[in-house]
């Protein structure tokens, strides 16, 4: 996995731990350069980035290799040419276990890590908001027509 910050990686190797893939993941790494912008990182690192992919395949033995963090959105495509090992999107990745979810239609958890937390106190907040916080279904069910601005 190759990110951008090293203060993402942290998270990323709690993320592989969490999913129980330790024993799958190579390694987890940045390049040791600075860059200017989140918004032209994948620019500014771009030939970094190849350089090291090749060095985790090298030295890691990688055989696949994910660009991790949506600023690297796009990256992939641009440099798979130029690395042995496919590469694999951040967003491309992302939306396609979207999709896989939604077709799968999955019930909610009602128990586990993923399961909605219990009921809680939700003063002062938008009143559907609220009530779907404190587990109200009649109020938290206009919560589909409030406006966009009041959602985001």
Not at 5 to 33: K, Q
Not at 113 to 119: L, S, V
Request: charged share 15%.
């Amino acid at each position: 996995m190759l990110t951008f910050s090293r203060t993402l990686v942290a998270w990323y190797e709690d993320a592989v731990g969490v999913t129980g893939l330790n024993h799958r993941c190579a390694a987890i790494r940045v390049p040791d350069v600075s860059f200017q912008s989140v918004s032209t990182v994948q620019y500014e690192l771009e030939n970094e980035i190849v350089a090291l992919a090749e060095t985790t395949v090298r030295e890691n033995g990688a055989d696949v290799l994910i660009l991790a963090g949506a600023p690297l959105t796009g990256l992939a495509q641009r440099i798979a040419h130029r690395v042995s090992v496919p590469l694999v999107d951040p967003l491309a990745a992302a939306v396609s276990q979207a999709q896989t979810l939604a077709r799968m239609k999955p019930r909610a958890a009602s128990a586990g890590r993923f399961a909605r937390p219990g009921p809680k106190s939700a003063e002062g907040l938008f009143p559907p908001l609220a009530a779907w916080i404190e587990h109200k279904p009649a109020l938290a069910s206009s919560l589909a027509g409030a406006p966009p601005r009041l959602m985001s």
